[in-house]
């Protein structure tokens, strides 16, 4: 194989994987929750392994982190869009989770391309620092924040025993809660974070672009 061929890396193969996978898993979503929820858990699963294949074979690109940072948001806005559905009533809430999520990460994503940082999960900010340097806590907050949305699908169809006048999936969706919205308050620190970093770019072009001549 090219060893410069981008598009066959090992991690963009798995990459490749876990976007059939999470189109399988939309497919399904309306019809056949037990199918939806194995092909989406499989490709979040795969996530762990693209990060290792990068690391293990050399093979990091700038196309493999924004294929990954593409599929983990794509798939998570279609399994909203899907809670929508379940539950009306919590239109807006759900929107503004999609919106938030999506809004951070694209505009964290272009102000790492702007300052030519060579990762997305290098930040000045103490929170975000701890965020992606910390794999252990990187990996409990995603964990946490798909479980809330995915004990909220399975609820929807299979909602469990009642227990002390409420589901068990219930329970279980409001346990996963606290870490779904620690994750959405960070998912605002990258956005902020990220405009900040923008506008400073901006000014300091404006600071050392020569003034036009009339």
């Known amino acids: 194989m090219d060893n410069n061929n981008v598009y066959l890396f090992y991690p963009n193969l798995i990459g490749y994987g876990r976007i059939i996978l999470a189109i399988a898993s939309f497919w399904y979503m309306s019809t056949s929750?037990?199918?939806?929820?194995?092909?989406?858990?499989?490709?979040?699963?795969?996530?762990?392994?693209?990060?290792?294949?990068?690391?293990?074979?050399?093979?990091?690109?700038?196309?493999?982190?924004?294929?990954d940072q593409l599929t983990d948001r794509c798939a998570l806005l279609a399994l909203v869009m899907a809670l929508c559905k379940f539950y009306p009533n919590w239109l807006f809430s759900l929107q503004m989770t999609a919106v938030i999520d999506i809004a951070s990460h694209w505009l964290h994503l272009h102000a790492t391309d702007l300052t030519k940082q060579t990762s997305h999960k290098q930040?000045?900010?103490?929170?975000?620092?701890?965020?992606?340097?910390?794999?252990?806590?990187?990996?409990?907050?995603?964990?946490?924040?798909?479980?809330?949305?995915?004990?909220?699908?399975?609820?929807?169809?299979?909602?469990?025993?009642?227990?002390?006048?409420?589901?068990?999936?219930?329970y279980l969706a409001a346990i996963a809660f606290p870490i779904a919205f620690v994750k959405a308050a960070i998912s605002l620190v990258h956005l902020f974070s990220a405009a900040q970093t923008v506008v400073s770019h901006d000014i300091a072009l404006r600071i050392n672009s020569p003034p036009k001549k009339e």
Request: hydrophobic residues 50%; proline residues 5%.
């Open 33 to 67: 929750p037990v199918c939806a929820m194995f092909c989406y858990a499989l490709s979040a699963a795969l996530d762990a392994f693209d990060g290792w294949a990068a690391r293990t074979y050399n093979q990091s690109s700038r196309f493999g982190a924004m294929l």
């Open 123 to 170: 930040s000045s900010n103490p929170i975000l620092h701890l965020y992606y340097t910390d794999r252990l806590f990187l990996g409990f907050m995603c964990a946490g924040n798909e479980a809330f949305y995915l004990f909220l699908y399975i609820r929807a169809f299979f909602p469990g025993p009642t227990i002390l006048g409420a589901h068990l999936m219930s």
